[in-house]
């Protein structure tokens, strides 16, 4: 006997409350193994790719690409026990629907996820379990934290999926027919992220028109009515509907928009995030340092030929990465961190290497864990597979935290040097500028020489400006004459 069974959308680590469902591996009436790849889901860290925990036919998919769920939110319903052939056919009854299983991951969706009867004034409320960050496919630990009693009439809504062959031709992706975007006794429909944002921007929910699913009003609908841009809510839901990343108004006499809005979300989300809180709670410093790199380009050369390297890509940020871990090696205090909670300074004996790497989702700052560990050859090789990674969109949160100290590789943008941001929780960042000809004076003599820009931030509050001139003088040494790297280690 089959049995149809909800995925919820787990919590992929780090106490993360929703993502964005990015891709579908599966169609509807496709069988599907135990641990088989289902969906790409793109959290505020990184794209992660979700394996399914049932063994079955996909009965339906019950959100669509491009929409942000919260966890806990079915995303999908597999028929356990039948075969392809089988999934269309009609059953002799209604099949029963497990979600209350281990394998379903996460607990079924909180309160606010799901419509809900208005609470009696001064009714007490049953202590809800509260989600607890895990790691995928291990399920959610239970707390006993309660929940505030509900006001009367501030029920929530979400979405339904329609059968296959809905009114947009999606099998099983079709929202709901729109209904008025109001609750009984004049409550708004919308959740509560988006309440949020309402109160915290000064909207009024009463005056929007919801373009979501249901009527139900949306994070767009909200930014659009702080713009000003009347209308602009209702063309966004049409392009949400539609699959599109953003709104565009068309410009006059023009067949390309004049504007494009596109949501913040994701990755880009929290590093804005991120960075705004770094940059205002740390004072940065920035000291630049203009070296001759001759030498380290020439050596960087001989290690591509040696067999150690073999199949590994060898560029210069090998050699600057060596060099930083050297001098963190030799100033700890350049690897540490503020912990503004305990007024503690936490001085760290291992090494995190962050690299800064540019996506199209956005920056990200995976890091090498305990770098300082690692043989040159195995430090090119971590490098190699961290920025393919991040460039296919796959570091995974776990990369993504945890980071001590940090390179930007400026230089490939056809850059001299910058002033770079700290990645938060860190203490200096290294900026690394491009490796171009240049005159200088070598032995007395003017000559054409290999030259590069260096620039460092720093947290002042941890580091001085004499150690941060230390740490920056020394990394320029090393990459001036690399064999000072074999001295100093």
Not at 6 to 26: C, M, N, R, S, Y
Not at 101 to 120: K, S
Not at 380 to 390: C, E, G, I, K
Request: include cysteine.
């Amino acid at each position: 006997m089959s049995e149809l069974r909800q995925f919820k959308l787990p919590d992929v680590g780090e106490g993360l409350t929703e993502a964005d469902i990015v891709k579908w591996h599966v169609q509807v009436g496709e069988t599907v193994k135990v641990n088989q790849i289902i969906v790409d889901i793109e959290t505020a860290k990184a794209v992660v790719e979700l394996p399914s925990p049932h063994a079955g036919v996909v009965s339906s998919l019950l959100v669509a690409e491009g929409a942000t769920v919260d966890v806990g939110t079915p995303i999908i319903s597999i028929e356990v026990g039948a075969t392809s052939g089988e999934a269309g056919a009609p059953a002799a009854g209604p099949l029963p629907l497990q979600t209350s299983t281990a394998a379903d991951l996460v607990p079924p969706p909180p309160p606010e996820a799901v419509t809900e009867t208005a609470a009696e004034p001064g009714a007490a409320q049953a202590p809800q379990p509260e989600r607890q960050a895990v790691l995928v496919g291990y399920g959610v630990k239970l707390g006993a934290t309660t929940r505030r009693a509900r006001k009367p009439g501030a029920g929530r809504g979400r979405s339904h999926p329609v059968p296959p062959g809905g009114a947009n031709g999606s099998a099983g992706l079709a929202t709901a027919a729109p209904a008025a975007p109001a609750q009984p006794g004049g409550a708004s429909l919308a959740k509560p992220p988006v309440r949020k944002l309402a109160r915290d921007l000064g909207v009024d929910l009463g005056t929007l028109t919801g373009t979501g699913p249901g009527g139900s009003i949306t994070r767009d609908d909200v930014e659009a009515a702080t713009a000003g841009a009347a209308g602009t809510a209702g063309a966004a839901g049409t392009a949400g509907a539609a699959g599109t990343s953003g709104t565009a108004v068309a410009s006059p006499g023009s067949a390309l928009p004049r504007e494009e809005r596109i949501p913040i979300r994701g990755v880009r989300k929290h590093t804005a995030a991120a960075m705004t809180a770094s940059a205002f709670t740390a004072p940065h410093v920035t000291m630049f340092l203009q070296i001759d790199i001759t030498q380290t380009m020439a050596a960087t050369a001989r290690l591509r030929e040696l067999p150690d390297f073999e199949g590994i890509k060898v560029s210069p940020l090998l050699l600057v990465a060596k060099a930083l871990l050297v001098a963190a090696a030799r100033h700890p205090m350049i690897n540490s961190a503020w912990d503004e909670a305990a007024q503690e300074i936490v001085v760290r004996r291992y090494v995190n290497l962050g690299i800064a790497a540019a996506t199209d989702r956005g920056l990200v700052v995976p890091s090498i864990k305990d770098a300082q560990a690692l043989s040159l050859p195995d430090l090119a090789r971590a490098l190699q597979d961290l920025a393919a990674a991040a460039r296919a969109g796959r570091s995974t949160p776990a990369d993504l935290a945890g980071g001590t100290i940090s390179i930007t590789n400026v230089g490939v943008f056809g850059v001299d040097t910058g002033t770079p941001i700290l990645p938060p929780g860190q203490t200096a960042i290294l900026a690394f500028g491009q490796v171009k000809d240049a005159p200088w004076v070598d032995q007395g003599e003017l000559a054409v020489r290999k030259v590069c820009t260096l620039g460092m931030s720093f947290d002042h509050r941890v580091v001085d400006g004499d150690l941060g001139a230390a740490v920056l003088r020394d990394v320029g040494a090393m990459l001036t004459d690399p064999l000072r790297m074999l001295a100093w280690a």
